[in-house]
């Protein structure tokens, strides 16, 4: 059962029915740096752009795990940004008119649903896929973030969007203490991260991504990733978990993007009872 569509005008068109779901293969984790399970492959985004992590994001967050949501932020904003400005453009002409709020509430809705799509048809076994599941759900989250901040004017490939997605995913607290580990992160990305005497152990490596990527994605990651390992309780936790993530993540970043900014300057970050995740 999927929430109703929020209240928006007569004339706000929802779109083309999507194609149906036919899953791209995923590589085993050795060949691109992405986790996988045999059969696990998350379904589409809902705006057809860059489904889930890119490869080269994949090695960086094995490399470096402890600074995974970091690595994560950079190329999302990097990556994502731009692209978001055409999204825009296009629910712009489907929808002619259609007031920011509208617009936001739309994405929302589009987005809350993907996340519970993905969780519920995921439900792998194994570290892997639940690995692989919380970091495209954090990617996801991510592309939202970026589409609802360029709906309200913000530039979305800003290297300020990178900082406010780690405040508003409850990774750091603060923009300056955010603004320092993405800065720790970028020095991180040499080669030194990447040489083969530097990873831990495949297992030890993943746990540690994953607890990671859960806490930048909103879940509840101990209990994540143990019920990821038991057949059936994943797709449950999933549906839910990253439905109502999603959407306490989208209210928060409408209640920063909506506020007025002044002509030239940033505005402060400052979230409606934002408070660190613990992973």
Do not use: C
């Not at 949501?69 to 296009?90: D, F, N, S």
């Not at 309200?152 to 997605?165: S, T």
């Not at 797709?235 to 839910?240: A, D, P, R, V, W």
């Amino acid at each position: 059962m999927t929430d109703a569509p929020p209240p928006s005008p007569d004339h706000l068109d929802q779109g083309p029915p999507q194609a149906p779901y036919a899953a791209p293969f995923i590589p085993p984790i050795d060949t691109d740096g992405a986790p996988s399970e045999p059969g696990h492959t998350p379904p589409p985004s809902p705006d057809g752009v860059d489904d889930g992590p890119p490869p080269g994001l994949w090695q960086k967050m094995r490399a470096d795990p402890e600074y995974a949501p970091e690595h994560l932020a950079i190329e999302a904003v990097t990556r994502i940004g731009p692209k978001m400005v055409i999204e825009l453009q296009k629910l712009r002409a489907m929808n002619p008119g259609a007031p920011p709020d509208a617009l936001a509430s739309m994405v929302v809705y589009r987005y809350t649903n993907h996340a519970r799509l993905s969780g519920a048809v995921s439900g792998a076994v194994g570290l892997a896929g639940a690995v692989l599941d919380v970091g495209v759900l954090a990617w996801t989250q991510a592309k939202m973030v970026l589409l609802i901040a360029v709906i309200y004017g913000r530039d979305p490939a800003d290297p300020e969007r990178a900082i406010e997605l780690l405040v508003l995913q409850g990774v750091h607290k603060y923009t300056d203490t955010a603004r320092a580990a993405l800065q720790v992160a970028r020095g991180r990305q040499g080669i030194e991260t990447l040489l083969p005497d530097k990873r831990r152990p495949l297992n030890q490596m993943l746990m540690s991504l994953g607890l990671k990527l859960a806490q930048m994605a909103g879940i509840k990651a101990a209990k994540r990733i143990f019920a990821k390992l038991v057949p059936g309780a994943a797709i449950i936790l999933g549906s839910f978990a990253n439905a109502g993530a999603t959407k306490a993540l989208a209210k928060k970043a409408m209640a920063l993007y909506s506020r007025p900014q002044l002509p030239a300057q940033r505005p402060p970050l400052q979230l409606p009872s934002a408070e660190p995740r613990k992973p």
